[in-house]
């Protein structure tokens, strides 16, 4: 498989400072949980509530639906570039839960740190602004408006719009007994960011240079940063081929969160039992050195731009992986399971661990 060009970031190339180390703040997604509007609908209106992704408002012109989302967060790689396509990435993703393959406009929220200088700012705005366009783009949409303040903080993120047809979006709420529950990214992003962070803290790097060397931790921040900034689309259209029952994003609630939150919209009585764990290469030996801190095995560790996870028919779930893998040159993993119970999601008490990639082979994945 072609690997994506790895490009790190390198400030000596635009006049910064050679330790100036970029926007390199911890960061975790936060979904938009939107309450269905009180619109009188026209035609009978979908209604979750804030298990939805994205808010489904059914239009006066019968038979469409606006399909609208918003994300935003502080940036948590050293590349700005990098950052805007996964923001990009992130924002659009809810769309993407629903089975929504196609977005019909973007907004940017951009919030400009008062800290930056002239400098920094005029190399790392519009770089930010480049990625996430760039990816848009790619996602075969555009970024039409938006907003961009001054603000304490860095903060990137944007609005993600469509308006469909009935078909085209798949209501998260149809699991059924005997589904089995499909992720197509491997976990540990937010490990792989604040483990290379660590690497200039000697007091937090203490804590996991004896299960991981810098080597590791480099290729798992790699790893981390184009996972988050691919794109669901592919999944998001297989989702329709395979007869999907529902899906969600995995962001900042962690895999374990966002599962409960899709199995307690369910229509019917029953719960989601996770076995496996995909994870980046050598995260799950960092988490387990750091106690308590992040919980990655325990699936409380906040993802960004994670997957979807998708429930699907059981005869469905190896056609479904087979094909993303065919389209993208990148798997996905059937963790687990629907059975009878009280629409809750539970982790068994040791899950196995599918290192990502399963061995190395000199290439990023």
Not at 27 to 56: F, K, N, R, Y
Not at 293 to 301: A, E, H, N, T
Request: with cysteine; glycine share 8%.
């Amino acid at each position: 498989m072609a690997q994506p060009q790895r490009r790190q970031f390198d400030p000596t190339a635009h006049g910064l400072d050679p330790d100036f180390r970029g926007l390199n703040l911890r960061g975790g997604g936060v979904d938009s949980l939107s309450e269905q509007p009180e619109v009188p609908p026209v035609t009978p209106a979908p209604h979750i509530g804030i298990g939805m992704d994205s808010c489904i408002t059914p239009l006066r012109h019968g038979g469409l639906s606006l399909v609208q989302t918003t994300d935003f967060f502080y940036p948590l790689v050293d590349d700005p570039y990098m950052m805007g396509k996964i923001a990009c990435a992130n924002v659009i993703s809810d769309l993407y839960a629903l089975g929504v393959a196609d977005c019909d406009n973007m907004l940017m929220l951009l919030a400009i740190a008062q800290k930056l200088t002239d400098k920094e700012r005029d190399v790392i705005v519009p770089l930010m602004i480049r990625g996430f366009r760039d990816l848009a783009e790619e996602a075969g949409t555009s970024v039409n408006g938006g907003q961009t303040v001054k603000n304490p903080w860095m903060t990137i993120g944007g609005v993600a719009t469509t308006v469909c047809q009935s078909n085209e979006f798949i209501m998260p709420d149809n699991a059924v007994v005997g589904d089995v529950l499909i992720v197509t990214k491997p976990l540990g992003t937010q490990l792989a960011v604040n483990a290379y962070q660590w690497m200039d803290q000697p007091d937090r790097w203490n804590r996991i240079k004896l299960v991981v060397s810098e080597d590791d931790v480099r290729k798992a921040y790699q790893r981390a940063m184009f996972s988050m900034a691919r794109l669901n689309r592919v999944a998001a259209s297989l989702m329709h081929k395979y007869e999907a029952h529902g899906a969600t994003d995995v962001t900042g609630f962690g895999i374990l969160g966002h599962a409960n939150n899709l199995a307690s919209i369910q229509k019917e009585e029953v719960a989601f039992v996770i076995h496996n764990l995909p994870i980046i290469a050598k995260m799950a030996a960092v988490s387990k050195a750091c106690g308590s801190m992040f919980g990655l095995l325990q699936g409380r560790s906040a993802e960004t731009s994670g997957g979807l996870l998708i429930a699907l028919p059981q005869e469905q779930a190896a056609a479904f992986c087979k094909d993303i893998e065919k389209q993208e040159g990148y798997q996905a993993w059937i963790i687990g399971i629907v059975e009878k119970g009280n629409r809750t999601a539970r982790i068994i008490d040791k899950p196995r661990v599918i290192e990502v990639p399963a061995k190395e082979e000199g290439e990023l994945w």
